[in-house]
């Protein structure tokens, strides 16, 4: 009887998290799957320490397959495999996951991107909006938040 318990509570806790990493989820930060082609999307300006770097990977065919593979990993999860937004907890997250695909995405600049991946919905505007989204600058080193966003991008068509 025990143990039964402990496999229901290690699988419940086990899908707590992997809800709690995925949701990059707010609609002002233009990403919000349906939501986002019916309205504007209004993002903050990009942190100064952020907007200054530069992309290394920027268009290398090597970097965005590792991108693609630490995507698969960290991310698939909620803005799905070829990240329209629709990944399995997708659905359970408010605000809605960003759509990469989205038209209104495709001007959004790598820093910002970077700066999102690095601190998630940490800083606001993010955290008052609930979004779920992981901070993964302790997670990734900053080479490979940069062949995360050159991924990214190639979903867009960059």
Same mark, same amino acid.
């Given at each position: 009887?025990?143990?039964?318990?402990?496999?229901?509570?290690?699988?419940?806790?086990?899908?707590?998290?992997?809800i709690a990493a995925c949701g990059e989820s707010d609609t002002s930060?233009g990403r919000g799957g349906a939501e986002s082609a019916s309205q504007?999307?209004?993002?903050?300006?990009?942190?100064?320490?952020?907007? +200054?770097?530069?992309? !290394? /990977?920027?268009?290398?065919?090597?970097?965005?397959?590792?991108?693609?593979? =630490? @995507?698969?990993?960290?991310?698939?999860?909620?803005?799905?495999?070829?990240?329209?937004?629709?990944?399995?907890?997708?659905?359970?997250?408010?605000?809605?996951?960003?759509?990469?695909?989205?038209?209104?995405?495709?001007?959004?600049?790598?820093?910002?991107?970077?700066?999102?991946?690095?601190?998630? +919905?940490?800083?606001? !505007? /993010?955290?008052?909006?609930?979004?779920?989204?992981?901070?993964?600058?302790? =997670? @990734?080193?900053?080479?490979?938040?940069?062949?995360?966003?050159?991924?990214?991008?190639?979903?867009?068509?960059?």
């Amino acid at each position: 009887m025990r143990l039964p318990m402990m496999v229901a509570g290690a699988f419940a806790l086990t899908s707590f998290l992997l809800i709690a990493a995925c949701g990059e989820s707010d609609t002002s930060d233009g990403r919000g799957g349906a939501e986002s082609a019916s309205q504007p999307i209004e993002r903050p300006d990009t942190p100064p320490e952020f907007a +200054s770097r530069t992309n !290394p /990977f920027s268009g290398d065919a090597e970097a965005i397959e590792k991108g693609r593979e =630490l @995507y698969a990993a960290s991310c698939a999860q909620c803005h799905g495999d070829s990240g329209r937004g629709d990944g399995i907890n997708a659905a359970s997250l408010d605000p809605p996951v960003t759509d990469f695909t989205d038209d209104d995405f495709k001007d959004v600049s790598s820093q910002y991107i970077f700066w999102r991946i690095t601190e998630g +919905s940490m800083m606001e !505007p /993010f955290r008052s909006m609930r979004s779920g989204m992981t901070p993964f600058g302790s =997670l @990734y080193d900053e080479e490979d938040r940069w062949r995360m966003v050159s991924y990214i991008e190639s979903l867009r068509g960059d």
